[in-house]
């Protein structure tokens, strides 16, 4: 019995450590952080010189990444350029970069938010339990990922390309340096009609939040017909909301039918 509730409670803290976003093990021996000694603080260059401090420049993170992503004629070039933007810190704790899936000649461009465990592993957007939900849906109104025709078809992103520590959304300043990649992204895909799943994409695209009165409504973003949603995670907490995400699916069906 000793030995079952061990097991247990290790497995117990196990998924404890995973949902805290601790997915990988990263040395042999466990460390007790409480015992390490912190490293002694390395003098600041200003004290060792005290008449000659050291100006850092600062570095306008928006401009920067506005540059580089106007400079981007295609989407490969696009992937490329922000893949190599050096200012976002969620880029230091993920495992992979997460740009796209589907086909960029879609009509309808799904924008989430940002990757999760699964979609870090893999580097593809919504591929976890929320993505399965996800294709379900589009699947209901007749558009997949991967449909051969792309009339049918769906392609697919998120504001924020690297998994955030333990599934937080993304900060306002992460999605204001990403902004400009996504705003150039869809030029580049030049979709008919946008869905904006969850608030944190609703924040970075619409500059507004509250999805519970933005779902439903055509907004625009950059002269595309936009849809806001409730993200599929939401709605595998809530299934009971599921019913308004079905009324979305059908307006937005409607609209490629040229009868919304
Ligand atoms: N949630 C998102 O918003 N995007 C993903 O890619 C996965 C989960």
């Avoid at 030049?190 to 507004?208: H, Q, R, S, T, W």
């Amino acid at each position: 019995m000793d030995g079952d509730f061990d097991r247990n409670a290790m497995l117990a803290a196990l998924a404890w450590q995973v949902e805290l976003g601790a997915v990988d093990t990263i040395g042999d021996a466990p460390v007790d952080r409480f015992e390490v000694k912190p490293e002694p603080k390395a003098k600041p260059a200003a004290a060792a010189a005290p008449h000659a401090p050291v100006v850092v420049p600062e570095v306008d993170t928006v401009a920067e990444a506005r540059a580089a992503a106007k400079e981007a004629g295609s989407l490969e070039a696009l992937a490329a350029a922000q893949e190599a933007f050096p200012h976002c810190e969620l880029k230091r704790g993920a495992r992979n970069f997460v740009f796209a899936d589907g086909r960029p000649e879609a009509r309808v461009m799904v924008i989430g938010e940002g990757p999760g465990a699964e979609e870090d592993a893999q580097g593809k957007p919504f591929v976890g339990r929320s993505g399965q939900l996800l294709d379900k849906m589009f699947a209901a109104i007749g558009l997949a990922r991967d449909a051969a025709d792309a009339g049918a078809a769906l392609y697919i992103t998120n504001v924020v390309p690297w998994r955030p520590p333990q599934n937080r959304d993304p900060d306002s300043e992460e999605l204001a340096m990403m902004r400009p990649f996504v705003e150039r992204h869809i030029e580049l895909a030049a979709p008919e009609l946008i869905v904006l799943m969850g608030n944190p994409a609703c924040g970075a695209l619409l500059g507004k939040r509250g999805i519970t009165r933005l779902r439903g409504n055509w907004h625009e973003v950059g002269g595309v017909p936009a849809m806001p949603m409730f993200h599929p995670s939401f709605l595998l907490r809530r299934p009971e909301m599921k019913r308004h995400a079905w009324a979305d699916l059908l307006t937005v069906k409607a609209r490629l039918e040229g009868l919304g």
